[in-house]
T-cell receptor, first 113, second 114 residues
Framework: AQSVTQLDSQVPVFEEAPVELRCNYSSSVSVYLFWYVQYPNQGLQLLLKYLSGSTLVESINGFEAEFNKSQTSFHLRKPSVHISDTAEYFCAVSVSGGFKTIFGAGTRLFVKA | EAQVTQNPRYLITVTGKKLTVTCSQNMNHEYMSWYRQDPGLGLRQIYYSMNVEVTDKGDVPEGYKVSRKEKRNFPLILESPSPNQTSLYFC?????????????FGQGTRLTVV
């Protein structure tokens, strides 16, 4: 069975500072990995995903995540955050051909001025 | 516009009064699912459907029912709601197949059972 652990429930950070949101997963088979973002009072939106190929994936708004198979991690990073990045971020995993996506408990990113 | 629509967005009800939360998608997706979101627990899958008339239990199905009579609709039914079903509910849809595609989520339904 797959599982996802997000190591930080809340991450406060000042505007323009770098941030890393940590995600570890466990699985005995190959997985696909996702980061979703949830802005206040909204549903989840896909931020970025790793399916195969390059282990470094990027989003259009400056976030990136690196798939590390040996450490079973998929940490999300941004070199300089904005107030508008304040949201809850969910790491998720699913398996090839599978229909089930397992979500982590979420990390609330709070960007302060 | 591609979207998943849930209704209602907010609902307060009393224990035992049957309710239905509707979900509709306009992307012709085969796969639909329901999640509940609770603080500190992330999203937990309630039920999912791989296509019309094909549904299965997720991780927390107790107290819920679903049906999939049409491809676009996937309502969530609470026959006898209880206070422990107070939660934020999300419907999601995605294309089935490999590689595992992204899920599109509705805006959520905040349910309070008193």
């Amino acid at each position: 069975a797959q599982s996802v652990t997000q190591l930080d429930s809340q991450v406060p950070v000042f505007e323009e500072a770098p941030v890393e949101l940590r995600c570890n997963y466990s699985s005995s088979v190959s997985v696909y990995l996702f980061w979703y973002v949830q802005y206040p009072n909204q549903g989840l939106q896909l931020l970025l995903k790793y399916l195969s190929g390059s282990t470094l994936v990027e989003s259009i708004n400056g976030f990136e995540a690196e798939f590390n198979k040996s450490q079973t991690s998929f940490h999300l990073r941004k070199p300089s955050v904005h107030i508008s990045d304040t949201a809850e971020y969910f790491c998720a995993v699913s398996v090839s051909g599978g229909f089930k996506t397992i979500f982590g408990a979420g990390t609330r990113l709070f960007v302060k001025a | 516009e591609a979207q998943v629509t849930q209704n209602p967005r907010y609902l307060i009800t009393v224990t035992g009064k049957k309710l239905t939360v509707t979900c509709s998608q306009n992307m012709n997706h085969e796969y639909m699912s329901w999640y509940r979101q609770d603080p500190g627990l992330g999203l937990r899958q309630i039920y999912y459907s791989m296509n019309v008339e094909v549904t299965d239990k997720g991780d927390v199905p107790e107290g819920y029912k679903v049906s999939r009579k049409e491809k676009r609709n996937f309502p969530l039914i609470l026959e006898s709601p209880s206070p422990n079903q107070t939660s934020l509910y999300f419907c999601a849809s995605s294309l089935s197949g490999t590689p595992s595609p992204e899920a599109f989520f509705g805006q959520g339904t905040r349910l309070t059972v008193v």
